[in-house]
């Protein structure tokens, strides 16, 4: 990389075990950088959850320490370091609060004593609901919108919340597509502006779209690094395992030619991951919604 | 006729039942706010029956019963946040499994141990013949309560609503837990020995449940709530004079009317309003075929 970049999130030798003794997670080491979206990409199970609740304190590692911009996760969370963005399964749909308010929430760490809104907080809310599009929705009960909207008030509260950290736990599942591309400009103008980007996910084909690297995770980290070179099919073997749908179609199959270059086709019931080349294919062929277009000079 | 009806303020102990019963409504139905929505409601149930062992023990070592009742309490209500939080147990059965155990804890001393406190009494309570030590400890416990509960709000509903969204903003997420089941164990204990197990219990459900047909924003159902709460006290402790009826029970009875009132006629959850949206829903559905 050419440009330096600043390290925000420093993790060293973390390792995380239930009270169950179920090792979740060991040895990770990972370093990321402001300005960056980083994907995170493992199996359920893998412990991508438990990684996150980590770095926002909720669970305390048992080995290992987590640095945020330099300082304990506990600092970091009173200064208002990391924004999260839960899974929305985890939320009660049921309770009685208004878009508005649960934007508002984001802003509880730039209030006083009883956090009352200053005039501020409700403008920061203002913006952050227009700039999901959720402006019109902002009085409605948070059970009674669609899927996508649901999950564009949880990226608004943390937009008003305004951390140098976003995380996203599985930001894309039950969203349709244009709420998918409308979150992944959002989060590019983010991480433009200097943000760090950790977005857990398992839809594949969504990860070279937007992600600058990828962390492939199982209870440790396997790989990490730019998407280019880290999102492999090899690398993905190893962090899935035979969890994934796979198909293949190699020389004499695709190519009139004595091309021996393959094509594979990975997918976890989401977005496909499209990969062309000699053994299968290094190279990523579905950047974004142009899936399929193969640029016959590779 | 004006005579008539002011005539229960004419007795000292009357006006005295009946301010209590709206201070301790009021405070209840604060916490009653937060309790129906994660499953909690039954814990006034399980903090009143779960003293019992607190109150035996206090006798035995000749220690005022409130003390013995509050500690059991607060142990009582820490336990099923430790088995809640540590296993992958329901609300109901955290609950069911502390409270039984504390009162089959309490019965055994007690059978062990009889004593000359009367459990019934403690249980029941009765606030016209409450004594001014009692008023005083109401009074002390409740206004703690509805100043925290008042200034932190907002806080506890940010971690009731999500808790790790509430971690994540860095605040103090167990110190909070631990307040406001601190609060909950002293206020229950508080209003027990004034206005009864039964009525307490009503008292952290039936308001909240009520105000959350009537509202979508926790500001206000917080507010419909100690209103419903303070309202019905106030006016079941005022009744039960002409009535010559238990205050408790009367209490109670009214929430429970507005509550099936408010099942009814609330303007966007309630019944009617349902089967009205259902019905036009169908018409312009219908109206759309033709």
């Given at each position: 990389?050419?440009?330096?970049?600043?390290?925000?999130?420093?993790?060293?030798?973390?390792?995380?075990?239930?009270?169950?003794?179920?090792?979740?997670?060991?040895?990770?080491?990972?370093?990321?950088?402001?300005?960056?979206?980083?994907?995170?990409?493992?199996?359920?199970?893998?412990?991508?959850?438990?990684?996150?609740?980590s770095?926002?304190?909720?669970?305390?590692?048992?080995?290992?320490?987590?640095?945020?911009?330099?300082?304990s996760?506990?600092?970091?969370?009173?200064?208002n370091?990391?924004?999260?963005?839960?899974?929305t399964?985890?939320?009660?749909?049921?309770f009685?609060?208004?878009?508005?308010?649960?934007?508002?929430?984001?802003?509880?760490?730039?209030?006083?004593?009883?956090?009352?809104?200053?005039?501020?907080?409700?403008k920061?809310?203002?913006?952050?609901?227009?700039?999901?599009?959720?402006s019109?929705y902002?009085?409605?009960?948070?059970?009674?919108?669609?899927?996508g909207?649901?999950?564009?008030?949880?990226v608004?509260?943390?937009?008003?919340?305004?951390?140098?950290?976003?995380?996203?736990?599985?930001?894309?599942?039950?969203?349709?597509?244009?709420t998918?591309?409308?979150?992944?400009t959002?989060?590019?103008?983010?991480?433009?502006?200097?943000?760090l980007?950790?977005v857990?996910?398992?839809n594949?084909?969504?990860?070279?779209?937007?992600?600058?690297?990828?962390?492939?995770?199982?209870r440790?980290?396997?790989?990490?690094?730019?998407?280019k070179?880290?999102?492999?099919?090899?690398?993905?073997?190893?962090?899935?395992?035979?969890?994934?749908?796979?198909q293949?179609?190699?020389?004499s199959?695709?190519h009139?030619?004595?091309?021996?270059?393959?094509?594979?086709?990975?997918?976890?019931?989401e977005?496909?991951?499209?990969?062309?080349?000699?053994?299968?294919?290094q190279?990523?062929?579905?950047?974004?919604?142009?899936?399929?277009?193969?640029?016959?000079?590779? | 006729?004006?005579?008539?009806?002011?005539?229960?303020?004419?007795y000292?102990?009357?006006?005295?039942?009946?301010w209590?019963?709206?201070l301790?409504?009021a405070?209840?139905?604060?916490?009653?706010?937060?309790?129906m929505?994660?499953?909690?409601?039954?814990?006034?149930?399980?903090?009143?029956?779960?003293?019992?062992?607190?109150?035996?023990?206090a006798?035995?070592?000749?220690?005022?019963?409130?003390?013995?009742?509050?500690?059991?309490?607060?142990?009582?209500?820490?336990?099923?946040?430790?088995?809640?939080?540590?296993?992958?147990?329901?609300?109901?059965?955290?609950?069911?499994?502390?409270?039984?155990?504390?009162?089959?804890?309490?019965?055994?001393l007690?059978?062990?141990?009889?004593?000359a406190?009367?459990?019934?009494?403690?249980?029941?309570?009765?606030?016209?013949?409450?004594?001014?030590?009692?008023?005083?400890?109401?009074?002390?416990i409740s206004?703690?309560c509805?100043?925290?509960?008042g200034?932190?709000?907002?806080?506890?509903?940010?971690?009731f609503?999500?808790?790790?969204?509430?971690?994540?903003?860095?605040?103090?997420v167990?110190?909070?837990?631990?307040?406001?089941?601190?609060?909950?164990?002293?206020?229950?204990?508080?209003a027990?020995?004034?206005?009864g197990?039964?009525?307490?219990?009503?008292?952290?459900?039936?308001?909240?449940?009520?105000?959350?047909?009537?509202?979508?924003?926790?500001?206000?159902?917080?507010?419909?709530?100690?209103?419903?709460?303070?309202?019905?006290s106030?006016?079941?402790a005022?009744?039960?004079?002409?009535?010559?009826?238990?205050?408790?029970?009367?209490?109670?009875?009214?929430q429970?009317?507005?509550?099936?009132?408010?099942?009814?006629?609330?303007?966007?959850?309630?019944?009617?309003?349902?089967?009205?949206?259902?019905?036009?829903?169908?018409?312009?559905?219908?109206?759309?075929?033709?």
């Amino acid at each position: 990389m050419s440009n330096y970049k600043k390290q925000i999130i420093k993790i060293e030798n973390v390792g995380v075990t239930y009270p169950n003794g179920h090792v979740a997670l060991e040895k990770i080491n990972l370093t990321l950088n402001k300005g960056v979206i980083c994907a995170l990409v493992g199996v359920n199970g893998a412990g991508k959850s438990t990684l996150f609740k980590s770095i926002i304190g909720f669970l305390r590692p048992a080995t290992g320490n987590i640095k945020i911009d330099g300082k304990s996760v506990h600092q970091a969370l009173k200064q208002n370091i990391i924004s999260y963005v839960p899974q929305t399964e985890d939320v009660d749909w049921d309770f009685p609060v208004l878009v508005e308010d649960v934007v508002m929430m984001g802003r509880y760490s730039h209030m006083g004593f009883t956090r009352r809104p200053s005039a501020k907080d409700k403008k920061a809310v203002g913006n952050a609901l227009e700039r999901v599009n959720l402006s019109e929705y902002r009085k409605r009960q948070i059970g009674e919108l669609s899927g996508g909207q649901k999950k564009r008030v949880f990226v608004a509260r943390a937009l008003a919340q305004a951390g140098k950290v976003i995380l996203l736990d599985e930001p894309f599942t039950g969203v349709d597509i244009k709420t998918e591309e409308s979150l992944i400009t959002l989060f590019k103008q983010l991480a433009k502006n200097g943000h760090l980007i950790l977005v857990s996910t398992h839809n594949l084909g969504s990860v070279p779209h937007f992600c600058d690297e990828v962390a492939l995770i199982n209870r440790t980290i396997l790989a990490h690094g730019v998407v280019k070179t880290t999102f492999t099919q090899e690398n993905l073997s190893k962090a899935f395992g035979g969890m994934l749908r796979h198909q293949q179609l190699f020389g004499s199959d695709l190519h009139d030619d004595s091309d021996t270059r393959g094509i594979t086709v990975l997918t976890d019931d989401e977005r496909p991951l499209v990969l062309y080349g000699e053994h299968g294919g290094q190279q990523i062929i579905n950047k974004g919604s142009d899936m399929g277009k193969v640029d016959k000079n590779d | 006729m004006i005579e008539y009806l002011l005539e229960p303020f004419s007795y000292n102990y009357m006006s005295k039942a009946i301010w209590v019963c709206a201070l301790v409504g009021a405070t209840c139905a604060f916490l009653s706010s937060y309790l129906m929505l994660k499953g909690w409601s039954l814990m006034g149930d399980a903090l009143a029956h779960a003293i019992v062992p607190g109150v035996a023990l206090a006798y035995i070592l000749s220690l005022p019963y409130s003390l013995g009742a509050f500690f059991a309490g607060i142990f009582a209500a820490f336990s099923m946040m430790i088995v809640k939080q540590k296993t992958k147990l329901r609300e109901d059965a955290v609950i069911g499994l502390i409270y039984t155990s504390f009162l089959a804890i309490g019965l055994l001393l007690v059978s062990i141990n009889p004593t000359a406190v009367n459990l019934q009494a403690i249980i029941l309570g009765n606030i016209l013949s409450i004594s001014d030590y009692d008023i005083q400890q109401v009074v002390i416990i409740s206004g703690i309560c509805l100043i925290i509960l008042g200034l932190k709000w907002r806080d506890m509903v940010a971690l009731f609503f999500d808790e790790n969204h509430a971690q994540s903003i860095g605040l103090p997420v167990t110190a909070l837990k631990i307040m406001f089941f601190t609060l909950l164990s002293a206020t229950t204990v508080a209003a027990l020995q004034t206005v009864g197990a039964c009525l307490v219990i009503a008292m952290v459900i039936t308001p909240g449940a009520t105000a959350y047909l009537l509202t979508d924003r926790f500001g206000r159902l917080i507010i419909i709530s100690i209103l419903l709460g303070s309202i019905t006290s106030a006016f079941g402790a005022y009744l039960s004079y002409f009535l010559n009826a238990n205050t408790g029970g009367l209490i109670v009875s009214l929430q429970t009317l507005i509550f099936l009132i408010s099942f009814v006629f609330a303007p966007k959850h309630g019944l009617l309003k349902r089967r009205k949206t259902v019905s036009s829903s169908y018409k312009t559905q219908n109206k759309d075929a033709i």
